[in-house]
């Protein structure tokens, strides 16, 4: 039986070439497992500062020493705030559990993490964009009843320009704050992981 010298060359290549690819592959998807770790790490971190807050906003009227209506009307946008607070907390906590679950092994998984990962970041923007309107819409209602001096100061079409022009300009600048937070947080690691998912090859 006559071997072929060049076939047997060919296919040593071709296995070498496989071995350097996976190889490569490896070490990619071993380059996303920092950042990834490095997400939840800020990701628990996080979710108990978020919690600490909620727990110092229940003592703040009386840190504050509200009267009794206001008090109530407090706990009124309080309570609220606790609702979307801890319906976005489950998402939070059910992706955080799975992330910890899973096997960073394959770009499927990595790919996986990064795209629930970007979507709990816009929930956590838009979460922060409600809870800005909630409280805004809160000190709106407290400057006109307990600070009414500063609605006899004006006239009535002056005070409301003021308060809407505050509201507005409280508004831009808390979403400036949350877009740059986001990114620094969370987007610049996101940024890095997407790096290595589009220099992995596609799974067959």
Known sequence: MVMNFDDLKNEWQTEN?????????????????????????????????????????????????????????????????????????????RFYKNAYDMSVDSRKSILWFYYEMKLNVELYKALTYIIVFIWVAFLSVFTLIEKAWIVEKFSHKLSSVYLLANCFITVL????????????????YLKRIKKVVDELDYEN
């Open 17 to 93: 070439a496989e071995e350097i690819r996976i190889s490569e592959d490896a070490l990619k998807i071993k380059q996303a497992q920092t950042p990834i770790d490095t997400i939840r790490k800020k990701m628990k971190h996080e979710f108990f500062c978020q919690l600490l807050v909620l727990l110092f906003m229940a003592f703040l009227p009386y840190l504050l020493k509200l009267s009794a209506d206001m008090t109530m009307l407090y706990f009124v946008f309080y309570f609220i705030t606790c609702g979307f607070t801890g319906h976005y907390f489950v998402k939070f906590y």
């Open 173 to 188: 600048i808390i979403g400036a704050i949350t877009e740059f937070w986001a990114w620094h947080y969370y987007g610049k």
